[in-house]
């Protein structure tokens, strides 16, 4: 007969397995938001050298590709795409956007539609019962991984243990997520993530720091009772 292993018992067998690693990985962890998958900044340490190289080698020479292949206006997509990294995980309205770079909100619409389809972000719509009333609902971009965000805004690496990184992490895993939308009423209740698989819901609350408060919890446990959901998850930094 297999052992009844209770979830509280399971998380503290983790503990106790890598109590005396945790600050190993939790370098690592932390060392992936800065450097990126970029195999060429694992043994980097310079920050200048690894914001240029991110910068240069990555961002730059993506939209430049980019601009030739569809004989675009560069200039005017790599503005776009600082405004995009400088909002990373929030909503966005194409008409805002074409107001600040002045130009037609359908040219604006075209230049987000090749960010998204180069991979260097990612929307994501509001969760509805309704695909058409998804589609028209608020969305939000994620650019495609943290160390483009802090080399773009030349952010010092220590803003990975404040507030900011809560985005940083969120967008993380919306990138390294499929079949996702997010929660957001007109009360502006929220849920990061919500995880369609096998036609079941499983949302989940991103949140970068060690302790939680009930009213973080919140806008999780309104999105459980208003479908019916017994299990969520809240995704927090005690256990990175």
Known sequence: ????????????EYELKFITKKEKYKKLFEDYLVKGGFPELLEIKDKEFINKYIKESVV??????IARITDSNEKVIYELFRI?????????EIINI?????????????????????????????FTASVAKQVRA??????AHPSIVLGLLDYPFEVINTEVSGHLVESLMVNNLEKISFWRTQQKDEVDIILKKQNKLI???????????????RSL??????????KRYCCYKRFV
């Open 60 to 65: 730059e020479k993506a939209i430049s590709d």
């Open 98 to 126: 074409s107001r600040i770079l002045k130009i037609n909100r359908n040219l604006v619409s075209f230049y987000i539609n090749l960010l998204e389809k180069s991979y260097l972000i990612r929307i994501v719509y509001n």
């Open 1 to 12: 007969m297999k052992e009844d292993i209770s979830a509280k018992n399971l998380f503290r």
């Open 84 to 92: 995009l990294v400088n909002s990373n995980a929030q909503l966005f």
């Open 203 to 217: 949302p989940i609350e991103v949140k970068y720091k060690s302790q939680i408060t009930k009213n973080d919890l």
């Open 221 to 230: 446990l309104k999105f459980c009772d208003k479908f019916k959901l017994k």
């Open 138 to 143: 608020n969305k939000k971009h994620f650019i």
